[in-house]
């Protein structure tokens, strides 16, 4: 495309530059200042200086953003639709002043209205839209994308209220809403204009002439009104967007006629129940609940997401055989699935293309992320509300499923079992809508999230759909963004690294960070490494910075074992009373993470935990040596505290469990060394950092699904190991609260995880960590090898698996200013 300047648009009318000057800057904060927030410097809160300052920054990316837009359309490229329920943005200012890279002009900007920058960081929001894994990964890897030049734009829900604030009252974790918009959001564009219909219930209707179309005549009409985010790219000229919606009542759901005869609750009623539907994010992370409000959330999600799609399809193109050539849409989980029924909806009833031909168009444009293997999070919906909520759907997934099983009866003849065990309904009590099977039959592609994960779901779960379509299953080992997390999070290290490696080029390549491996023999880099470390320690101020640093941050869930690492401490906690004179190495075990609000045995180990860490702060023997620490409402936020400060990073899953985890990728990119199962991505990272820069224990995923073949007895490790027991009993008396005893019933009784077969082992690892710890320099070239070795997992190569891979799209390059 022609360098045009975008500013100068057809009628000759100049928009005038962004300035480059710390002056200019500040002409423009001032005057977002006085005419976008209507205020003066003499009477801005710190709240208007930070949005006028945000509204400057953002303004300086919205330049990219046109040219972005103007050479996508130019290029009618191959498109990334990301589909996702969640996004765990994180904070906005400080990512986008970094990549407009108006930080600098910035800073001395805001000190003209007598603020600092960060005082200003302080206030900005985070949209917490999502509970955990799932949602910051689709965070990293929009980032990704923008930073790759791929064309993408993610979609998700503008929940009113994202995931609860967690707070602890007496050791107990307690919840209040996060009104996480509540003082508005700068970074947020609303466009009312690409608005769209949403229909819920009702029924269908034959059509004259058709045997397969369908007229659905809705029972519930919601409008769905969209937002977006930009997501710039880091070093390129790329803004992608997230795309948020947002549920709305139309006109016709306010009833006047009520409000005039005084019923107000009754005349809004239609409306409040249209917007409940965006209303508050839901806060379970790896189970299902089965609510039929979260059915209508992903609907309306899917539903929106793909009448725009469709929309920006026909901007550039009329054949329908274009469209999977033009369109790929990324499945994060299930969640999204029923976007699959929907396009053949669209397709069949509303554009009449004919049923074979959509089906080949359907399969072409999606593929399908799992991020699970756990039973209870592989999502079904019973069929009668499916019938109720999405009669045209509940038809078409049918319809689905029978030309499905006739593929599956030609290739497996006679297999009745088999097809039973494939079938996208399942029969049993109630017949559910398997979503897992429904993704599989109508992608093109389905990855599990780490090679591990990947090779169990071929040979497990999705062991029948692996037989059918080998092809169709891949792995994309997950990825965590370096800028985020390494350059904002922890600027001391990134400044060391650069330096070391002679320029910032990492950021973008983090492969180059083997370039750190020679230097981790050089006694006065190493020294500098260490001292980082103990800077961003005493920054976090959990503890003293010379302890050892110990994090165990991430969902709290049984399977993820924070109660492992409980009777890790309680057993420090006896051997130290045991040996008050002992030669103990002080460290700091900080926990952090919520659970969900239903998952009473995750808030009971959240208890217990703080009842632990008083009784040890109580006590003058063991607290000098030993503190533990549980960092109240983690959020993204709080990781970018905490990852830059961690000696030793807690991944201690059941092998089998975590389908990969990223939390232990941003910590060992940090410098932290892992304590771990072979699970999830632990795996990758141990072969990568080599075996003796990790400390292993455990069963592996094999010996534990023989274990539990077997029959896991817990007692039998409870009766052999008298420090165990110790730890057990303590728990289970009472001797922290009352909660201990639910928790040592479960660990002695039906204990799924198999904590106590894994007990001692992960004693021994711990005894090598504090082995290493005792010789700083091993420890500090063990942790700069941890760095050099993880450049792998950048999401920048995640994302550009998925490019070569399953999406196969180029990248777009947008031009520079002219
Ligand atoms: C939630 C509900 C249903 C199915 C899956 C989930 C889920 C999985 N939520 N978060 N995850 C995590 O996703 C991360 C990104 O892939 C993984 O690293 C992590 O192991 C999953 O637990």
Redesign the pocket.
């Known amino acids: 495309m022609g360098r045009m300047d975008l500013r100068q648009g057809s009628h000759g009318i100049g928009l005038r530059r962004l300035g480059t000057t710390a002056e200019e800057f500040q002409q423009d904060l001032l005057s977002s200042l006085y005419y976008r927030r209507g205020t003066t410097v003499e009477s801005a809160s710190p709240r208007d200086a930070y949005e006028a300052l945000s509204l400057s920054v953002r303004d300086r990316l919205a330049d990219r953003r046109a040219r972005t837009a103007a050479a996508h359309y130019a290029s009618n490229p191959r498109w990334v639709y990301y589909l996702s329920a969640e996004y765990l943005l994180g904070a906005q200012l400080e990512q986008n002043l970094l990549y407009s890279g108006t930080g600098e002009l910035a800073a001395q900007a805001v000190k003209a209205l007598g603020r600092s920058l960060e005082e200003l960081e302080d206030l900005d929001i985070e949209p917490g839209l999502g509970?955990?894994?799932?949602g910051r990964?689709a965070a990293c890897l929009v980032d990704s994308m923008a930073t790759r030049d791929i064309p993408a734009v993610g979609y998700g829900i503008r929940y009113d209220f994202g995931i609860f604030r967690q707070s602890l009252e007496n050791g107990a974790q307690a919840e209040r809403p996060d009104d996480w918009a509540f003082q508005g959001n700068p970074w947020e564009f609303p466009a009312p204009d690409d608005r769209q219909t949403v229909h819920f219930y009702g029924h269908t209707e034959p059509v004259a002439g058709s045997e397969i179309r369908k007229r659905w005549v809705p029972g519930e009409i919601v409008l769905g009104e969209p937002s977006h985010m930009l997501v710039p790219g880091f070093g390129t000229e790329t803004v992608n967007i997230v795309r948020l919606w947002r549920a709305r009542g139309s006109e016709a759901s306010f009833d006047l006629s009520r409000f005039s005869a005084g019923q107000y609750a009754e005349a809004v009623q239609e409306a409040v129940r249209a917007e409940n539907i965006s209303k508050v994010l839901y806060p379970d992370?790896?189970?299902?609940l089965g609510r039929e409000l979260r059915l209508k959330q992903q609907y309306f999600l899917c539903s929106c997401s793909l009448r725009d799609i469709i929309r920006r399809f026909r901007l550039r193109n009329e054949n329908w055989d274009d469209f999977a050539e033009k369109t790929v849409i990324q499945l994060n989980?299930?969640?999204p699935t029923i976007a699959i029924p929907e396009l053949m909806r669209l397709l069949v009833d509303e554009y009449e293309v004919e049923w074979d031909r959509a089906w080949a168009i359907t399969r072409k444009t999606f593929a399908y992320t799992c991020?699970?293997l756990l039973p209870e999070?592989l999502?079904t919906w019973p069929v009668h509300l499916f019938e109720r909520l999405l009669p045209r759907h509940l038809e078409i997934i049918y319809l689905i499923n029978m030309l499905f099983l006739r593929e599956v009866e030609q290739q497996f003849p006679g297999d009745t079992d088999r097809l039973r065990r494939m079938s996208i309904i399942g029969e049993g009590d109630e017949r559910r809508v398997r979503m897992a099977h429904l993704a599989v039959v109508g992608t093109e592609a389905v990855n599990g999230?780490a090679e591990l994960h990947s090779k169990l779901l071929r040979e497990t779960v999705l062991q029948d759909f692996a037989a059918l379509w080998p092809a169709k299953f891949q792995n994309v080992t997950?990825g965590v963004s370096p800028r985020r997390f390494i350059k904002l999070a922890n600027p001391r290290l990134s400044d060391l690294i650069t330096e070391g490696l002679g320029d910032d080029g990492w950021l973008n390549d983090l492969e180059r960070l083997a370039g750190l491996e020679e230097l981790a023999g050089d006694a006065s880099f190493a020294e500098r490494w260490r001292a980082v470390k103990r800077a961003n320690k005493v920054d976090l101020g959990a503890g003293d910075p010379d302890s050892l640093t110990d994090v165990m941050i991430k969902r709290f869930h049984e399977y993820k074992r924070q109660q492992l690492k409980l009777l890790h401490v309680v057993t420090m906690y006896h051997r130290i009373r045991a040996n008050p004179g002992g030669d103990w190495i002080p460290r700091t075990v900080l926990f952090a993470g919520k659970a969900a609000p239903a998952y009473h045995a995750a808030k009971n180990i959240i208890q217990l935990i703080n009842a632990v860490g008083a009784t040890i702060a109580a006590d003058p023997v063991v607290a000098p040596y030993l503190k533990v620490v549980f960092a109240e409402n983690y959020n993204v936020t709080l990781a970018e505290q905490i990852v830059p400060a961690a000696d030793l990073s807690e991944q201690i899953s059941l092998a089998g469990k975590?389908?990969?985890?990223?939390g232990n990728m941003k910590l060992a990119l940090n410098g932290a060394i892992t304590v771990g199962t072979l699970d999830?991505?632990n795996i990758e990272i141990r072969a990568r950092v080599g075996e003796e820069n990790f400390f292993l224990f455990g069963l592996d995923a094999f010996q534990a699904a023989e274990v539990q073949i077997a029959g896991y007895r817990p007692r039998e490790h409870y009766d052999r190991d008298a420090e165990l027991k110790a730890a057990v009993d303590a728990i289970a008396a009472g001797t922290f609260g009352g909660v201990g005893r639910e928790v040592a019933d479960s660990l002695l009784g039906w204990d799924e995880y198999l904590t106590l077969a894994d007990f001692r082992s992960y004693l021994d690892a711990q005894e090598e960590v504090e082995r290493a710890w005792r010789d700083p320099e091993r420890w500090t070239r063990m942790s700069i090898l941890n760095a050099a070795h993880s450049g792998f997992f950048s999401s920048d190569r995640t994302v550009a698996d998925y490019a070569a891979r399953i999406w196969r799209v180029a990248p777009v390059t947008v031009p520079r200013e002219p």
């Open positions: 509970n955990g894994g799932l990964l992370d790896s189970t299902e989980d299930t969640h991020h699970t999070a999502e999230v997950n975590e389908a990969s985890g990223t999830g991505a």
